[in-house]
């Protein structure tokens, strides 16, 4: 565990096709630490993106305590009991530590019977009405697609896992009674 004196950094090791954080100076880095970025990042020092080679099963099983202070990871994120999720960006600043979950969504691949940008609207206000904090109210982007980002803090000594679980199953929750209502008003139109 890094203290706050140390000068260690969050490094990867690739065993066996699994890939893990470290904390051993020795590996090689895959943090950038520039003041040009670090404004962008939520005045993050220790920025930490993964490509699709390095995502969320690397570094799940941690403790927000055994992330190092002023650090920002991004990766991806699949989550098979909210699947809509697909990144995951957290922020550890000042010992307080934000999770942001991106829930995604695609025209192509849209097949329900609700129309698309009814449906993230009407999520985006549940969320932000069960207490998760999201940013504005999302819109369809180039009629493509809707992301929809919130936003949890959580303690430091729960492991990254249990956070996530936790609200991808509140997220998945809220997700099928909006869908539910907005069916159910849809088949009261069409009477």
């Known amino acids: 565990m890094l203290n706050a004196n140390s000068k260690m950094k969050p490094l990867i090791i690739k065993k066996d096709d699994n890939y893990f954080l470290s904390w051993n100076d020795e590996l090689i880095r895959i943090l950038t630490s520039s003041q040009d970025n670090s404004r962008h990042y939520g005045g993050a020092t220790y920025i930490i993106e993964f490509d699709n080679q390095f995502n969320y099963e690397a570094f799940k099983h941690l403790t927000g305590q055994e992330l190092p202070d002023n650090s920002y990871i991004s990766s991806d994120c699949r989550i098979s009991s909210y699947k809509p999720v697909s990144f995951l960006h957290i922020t550890k600043i000042n010992n307080s530590i934000s999770y942001n979950l991106v829930i995604s969504f695609f025209m192509g691949?849209?097949?329900?019977?609700?129309?698309?940008n009814k449906f993230c609207e009407k999520l985006w206000?549940?969320?932000t009405?069960?207490?998760?904090?999201?940013?504005?109210k999302p819109?369809?982007?180039?009629?493509v697609y809707c992301h929809i980002p919130v936003t949890?803090?959580?303690?430091?000594?729960?492991?990254?896992q249990d956070v996530v679980e936790e609200a991808c199953a509140l997220l998945n929750e809220i997700h099928l009674s909006v869908f539910k209502k907005l069916c159910i008003e849809k088949a009261k139109i069409k009477r």
């Not at 691949?109 to 698309?116: R, S």
């Not at 819109?139 to 009629?143: A, I, L, P, R, V």
């Open 139 to 143: 819109e369809m982007e180039e009629h």
């Open 152 to 160: 949890i803090f959580q303690p430091l000594n729960k492991r990254i």
């Open 109 to 116: 691949e849209w097949k329900e019977n609700v129309h698309l």
């Open 129 to 136: 009405l069960s207490g998760f904090i999201t940013e504005s």
């Open 125 to 127: 206000e549940s969320f």
